[in-house]
């Protein structure tokens, strides 16, 4: 277990610490956090902050920043090296130059420090209680259909198999746009494009068939403004995605796979007329390319001057990569090169001018805005938000900001800066801009933590009941060790944090504001005192916990691997984790002090429960082996127990004295319902005790049993869907 003091503030008598909104600066070691948690800055930009601190609300001059960074016979570029600091120091508190929060610049004089500032030394202060909100209707959910396109941020979590949804954005409402509904079809429809002059929009629909779980395509449409009924232009039995209009209008280029994604087989990217009719390839792409897993958004731009395609396909390192192709010699060049671990960059755009493009980086579940030069160079970061997925970009038209679509709908300045939340009252993507109309996806779904009775027997009897409604996702509930409260992971402050409630739903109080990625998976430890959790703060999974009271979050694992959905022993003494650190997944075990991490599983491992006796640790295998599995604390032969936990669904059980609970249920997005069953450990056999009527929310944790047997807690998701909206007007 790596050193906690490393990531955590110092709360030594003598350590000066400097606090701002959810920053704090430790002067003594010149080190930032972010609500307790170490950020890395580089050396002339903490400097730069530092300096700030100590005269807060006071101009600090560029001279008086070049004495304290540079020796008097030190030859820099003076302006340009305070600029960058600046910058950089701007991008790492996700402030704004044009609307600071914190750092305010004096025009031909220097910087001041304009937010409040409280020096001393102690722990940040412990969360409060938010108010207990009025009963509210089912949230505006991330959709879910094929997986190369639609839901492909879901898609990327599953696959990486760490078990968790969307997590992570600001969505502070600032601004009121008048949106109205373009499409109300059943199904989902996405990726739209407008058309060149703005009167038509092609788009991507899967049609629902069979008791709509079932989905068709998609395949591209075009629809006319003030006419209903869109015309299709692609019909083949493969899926066709990412439409993009010439910019004379005659012509939409569009990507297509084969529809079982058989890797012997590639995809396309092909140009029709935007009138139906022949199709003509254009060049071949690597069928196994995350088009959409990698971060969703369309894989297809095209040039304002109609002679380049930009698009997505892999790099000799098999990263996802943004290439250029000639349209009249049909060659291409890579413009992007990410490196691992980079997953890749997706979701091109041009510029209105034509000279650079936008496009989504994307990391292990952080995803950012990023634009580069069309004649290659290093990109430049624009947005800051760090959020799993950013969905499809789209400039405006003077090229002086650019819209891009995730937890909320932003806008981000091309000098970058603070994405600005548009809308926020759902999910959107997939922005497309032609004059002063704007046409994007909203996604809806309905994900939320469900109850149901058990009786003496351990029975389900009733019908499940939702507690904690709200507008936003809810996962991974956990009870406490007396069964009087809940904690669990929530967007309902706008990022996804660790909550607690009463465990009847009320009196709900927010443990921790770190606002990471992909945060999650809580446990109480067996006195009560102490939640564990996951988070992806800086990049990788690692493992945290908080007081049960809130307060200052501790780092217990760092590194470059992955430590996921932690779990307490029944004695309190130790913490088992599922790690990546041997190249796959297998599941951990460290003293709760500290000390030497032993490996528990040797032949893959994913989520871990402790038997009640403490003899052995049950284990799903994560999306690779169905079923759950057991071998002794102490190590030795593993031995499979249920064997129809299905694939996917490895978040879907719980231990609970001499029974697991699990779900049985068809682990994909065309899931339309789910069975609860039990299996005994004494007899050895297992029954269904339950039948609900909506599917488990796919890859998302949860299953929980309270103390006394007679709740269980399970994940569902009710319904999914996606409309393209539009707004008139817009500037």
Known sequence: MAAPDNNLISNTPGARISRFGIFQANRHTNELFRQGVRVKVQEQPMQVLLMLLEHPGEIVTREEIRQRLWPVDTFVEFDHSVNTAIKKLRQTLGDDADNPRFIETIPKKGYRFIAPVHDGTGEVPPATAEPQPPSVPHDDRKLQVRAIVIGACLVLALLIGAGWLIRSSEVTKTAALDVIPFTTYSGFEDQASLSPDGNKVAFIWAKPIEKEHIYDGPHVYVKQMGIEQPLQLTKSNDIEFSPAWSPDGNSIAFMRCPANMDPSTRCGVYIASAIGGAERLLTTLDNETDFGTAGMGPAIAWSPAGNVLAYVDRNQDRTASIFLLDLNTLQSRQLTSPKLPLIGDTAPSFSPDGKEL?????????????????????????????????????????????????????????????????????????PSIRGKRLVFSQYRWDKGIWSIELNASGDAVGKPTQILESTRDQDGPSYSPDGKRLVFGSQRSGFTEIWRADADGNNLLQLTNI????????????????????????????????????GPVRQLTSGTTDEVMPSYSHDGRWIYFPSNRTGQWNVWKVPVAGGEQIQVTKQGGFRALESEDGKYVYYAKGTAVPGIWRVPVNGGLEEEVVRDLPLGLNGHWTLYKNKIYYVVSLADINAKSMALHSFDLTTGKSKKIAEIDFPPAFGSPGMTVSPDGKQLLFVAQQNSSADLQIVENFR
Do not use: M
Request: hydrophobic share 35%; net charge neutral.
């Open 358 to 430: 936008a496009f989504a980086r994307n990391g292990k579940e952080v995803s950012d805005v990023w634009v580069v030069s069309v004649k290659g160079g290093e990109p430049e970061r624009l947005s800051n938000l760090n959020q799993l997925c950013s969905t499809g970009i789209a400039w405006t038209p003077d090229g002086k900001s650019l819209v891009f679509g995730g937890l909320a709908l932003y806008r981000v300045s091309r000098k970058g800066g603070v994405a600005e939340p548009l809308v926020n009252s759902a999910t959107y993507g997939n």
């Open 515 to 550: 606002h990471g990625p992909l945060t999650g998976t809580p446990s109480y430890s067996p006195d009560g005192t102490t939640v564990l959790f996951d988070s992806r703060i800086n990049g990788n999974a690692h493992l945290f916990t908080v007081n049960a009271e809130g």
